[in-house]
């Protein structure tokens, strides 16, 4: 019993132009299935075989569980909240939890954004939840907020703001990527995992 690289429900070109064919591909075949493949290896052997990818990275970490843990979990959740039919803004719900807790759906995207452009290095920046309650983290590497250096809620929104995920396209310019990003935001997927948190 093993982990498995998810299969895309889009094309590698699906999100162009906001994210390039040539990144998704080597983002997803090689950076995403190398993360599989160790954290497969890490856990081989171990009590940790059967448990579920948030249970083993709720626990104490080494680091080679820590990145490749992290690193299979976070795209996971990263294909899974953009979609070529994205963009837009949520409704419902969320929608309110955002008003009320940012102001507006404006503010929360300056805010998620400022969070993403400023985390130094390599890392994610997330929106969280927790009973209904949402926030907004950063972690550095392949982190994430499920983790004991984390916030302790859980992630429902994630931007990867590894250089490997939008330099190609755009180099140094990560705010420019960021905005791109929300254009291929799936809402739906964003307030299914609201609704569960
Ligand atoms: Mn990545």
Redesign the pocket.
Same mark, same amino acid.
């Given at each position: 019993m093993s982990f498995e690289l998810p299969k895309l429900s889009y094309s590698y070109d699906a999100l162009e132009p906001h994210i390039d064919a040539r990144t998704m591909e080597i &983002?997803h075949s090689k &950076? &995403?299935a190398g993360y599989t493949t160790k954290l497969n290896v890490a856990i081989e052997g171990t009590s940790y075989v059967g448990q579920s990818i948030e249970t083993i990275l709720a626990s104490e970490l080494s680091p080679g569980l820590r990145n490749n843990g992290g690193?299979y979990y976070? &795209?996971c959740l990263?294909w899974s909240i953009i979609s070529p039919n994205g963009g837009g803004r949520p409704s419902g719900k969320l929608a309110d939890a955002i008003n009320s807790t940012f102001g507006s759906f404006e503010e929360f995207k300056s805010v998620f954004s400022s969070a993403a452009a400023t985390q130094f290095g390599s890392g994610w920046a997330w929106l969280c939840a927790k009973n209904g309650k949402l926030s907004v983290c950063s972690t550095p590497n392949q982190d994430n907020p499920l983790m004991k250096s984390g916030c302790g809620n859980i992630p429902i929104l994630g931007i990867?703001v590894?250089e490997?995920?939008y330099y190609l396209k755009y180099q140094n310019r990560r705010p420019d990527y960021i905005e791109a990003f929300f254009n291929i935001v799936d809402w739906n997927e964003v307030s299914r995992r609201y609704s569960e948190a």
């Open positions: &983002h &950076h &995403h690193g976070n &795209h990263f990867d590894w490997h995920a």
